[in-house]
């Protein structure tokens, strides 16, 4: 089977991983609503708004830390965003999970982690190249703030994006270590 071949299931393979996404016994992909206990069916049309939902409180932590560098203050961009998480939040389970179709078969035995995604779907180059850009991220966040001479709070929070970085690199690097 070629590189470019993928084997097909039963139903269309996404590309969504992590703590809460479980498969079926059909291999169907479920996102488990912890807070609601509830699981809902995802579709391959369902992949990009869950993605984004998914990493909904990075996406506008970032946000919020380059607007708190650039042209806002740190309490005006803290409160832009709580703004912005809550209205994600809202948005989220008020309108986008309600179009889901709730799932009854979960198997909790069956998470999609982000390492077994990484060894299922990447190539060894786009492993190697994520790796690196994600360390390349971790040392610029650290490096603006300590260049734009942020505040405490700020500077904390760009080491923890840092760490972030870190994580996601070491995680590539795993992943990188186990394929063939």
């Known amino acids: 089977m070629s590189k470019n071949k993928k084997k097909k299931t039963p ?34 049309e369902d992949e990009g708004k869950m993605q ?6 990075t996406i506008v932590l970032f946000a919020a830390v380059l607007c708190a ?20 939040e809202l948005y989220f389970r008020f309108s986008y999970l309600k179009k889901l179709e709730p799932a009854e078969d979960i ?12 060894l299922q779907n990447k190539s060894k180059g ?4 994520l790796a690196g850009l994600y360390l390349a991220f971790a040392v610029l966040v650290v490096l603006n703030a300590y260049l734009e001479q942020y505040n405490t709070g700020l500077t904390l929070l760009s080491y923890g994006l840092g760490g972030v970085g870190v994580y ?13």
Do not use: P
């Open 11 to 44: 139903h269309e393979a996404i590309r969504l991983s992590g703590r809460n996404v479980y498969t079926d016994r059909q291999k169907r992909t479920i996102y488990y609503d912890r807070l609601t206990k509830q699981g809902y069916y995802l579709h391959k």
């Open 69 to 88: 560098g650039t042209f806002l203050t740190w309490t005006q961009a803290a409160i832009a965003g709580v703004v912005s998480m809550t209205i994600a």
């Open 107 to 118: 198997d909790f035995q069956r998470r999609i982690s982000a390492l077994d995604y990484i």
């Open 126 to 129: 786009a492993v190697a190249s």
């Open 52 to 57: 984004f939902f998914k990493n909904r409180f």
């Open 168 to 180: 996601y690199c070491i995680l590539h690097l795993i992943a990188l270590g186990k394929m063939r």
